[in-house]
């Protein structure tokens, strides 16, 4: 990490690591006595840089201290170390400090987040929000009180804020128009935990959602296929015997899942079943992460470190009295892989 970063809290350095808090203590402390971290009251605990300047002087040098919201970062390969990599660099070369707070995908945690924002009074605000409809008013009351904030690639409808965020309808437009273009013509949109009637309103449609589903039927309609709202699953967790259905009884041949972690999902559900991929059926993601490519999966990549990169330019650009609130869209790239293949017209399911 660069000089200035913030290091996570005890706790979630044990979340992260799997170790106990006296063990997390004896190291800070030990890292603190060698000069390599500075701890600063009220705001926590600081990489040192090589000159190992004391907590004053680190005050004195910063220019500022903007805080980083992400929804995790477990996983050292994972997307979301490079987004933190993209906005950390940034910052750091523009003299700011980064504090990295995590919500472990947990609106109520993200709303307590924000709440310390607010009291730290920090500069300004990057968030990769874990539920932006749920803390819709803590964001408003960010801006409203004066600290800037960007949001990255998930948003309420109508954010009074920048916004940073991928192509996501393209992306699922990629997709689905490569298998449209391998001969499918019964393709399913796979996307779990979300709700597709317009009067069901069980659970909050979210913008990223409506953006990938808007891809679909775009698609669709470039395929001369008409929208079938059967032929999409969601709301609540996968339930794989829908999918069943999907295969056997409704001759789906190709599944364009929401993400990566559903498509894995249905490649371990259809090896299961002895159904090949890409000979029986064809599967997409979206992401790229590392799992992805380990499991040969085609997807759509996005680019993570470039949204940091661009998130951390634009609320530095607000920090400094820019007070526009402009949308700033990225592309993304179809990544073919193993994983879709030429339509299979003659497959039946077995057993």
Known sequence: MPPGSRIPSENELCRLHGISIITVRKALSDLVH????????????????????GPAQIKQESVGIVSLVVMYYRQLDSPIISLIKGAQGHFSSDGYSMILECSN????????????????????????????????????????????????????????????????SDGIYQATRHLIQYGHRRIAFIGPQQVISETD??????????????????????????????????????????????????????LVCINDRTGIEVLAYLKRRNIRVPEDISVTGFDDNQNAKQENLTTIRQRFQELGEIG??????????????????LPVELVVRGSSGVVNNQFRMRG
């Open 312 to 329: 951390a330019q634009k609320l530095l650009e607000r920090i400094r009295g820019d007070t526009g609130k402009s949308q700033t869209v």
């Open 201 to 254: 309103e069980s659970e909050p449609r979210s913008c990223v959602f409506e953006e990938r589903l808007k891809g679909y039927k775009a698609a669709l309609k470039y395929g001369g296929m008409d929208f079938n709202e059967s032929l999409c699953v969601v709301g609540g967790e996968l339930q794989f015997q829908t999918l069943d259905d999907l295969i056997e009884k409704k001759g789906v041949t190709a």
């Open 34 to 53: 060698e000069n390599r971290v500075v701890r600063i009251k009220g705001k926590g605990s600081f990489v040192a840089s090589q000159e190992a300047k």
């Open 105 to 168: 995908k947990n609106a109520k945690t993200e709303a307590e987040i924000i709440d310390k924002c607010i009291r730290n009074k920090v500069d300004g605000v990057l968030i990769y929000s874990a539920d932006p409809a749920a803390n819709e008013e803590k964001l408003v009351e960010l801006e409203a009180k004066g600290i800037p904030l960007v949001m990255l690639d998930r948003w309420f409808e109508n954010a009074p804020c920048t916004l940073v965020a991928s192509y996501h």
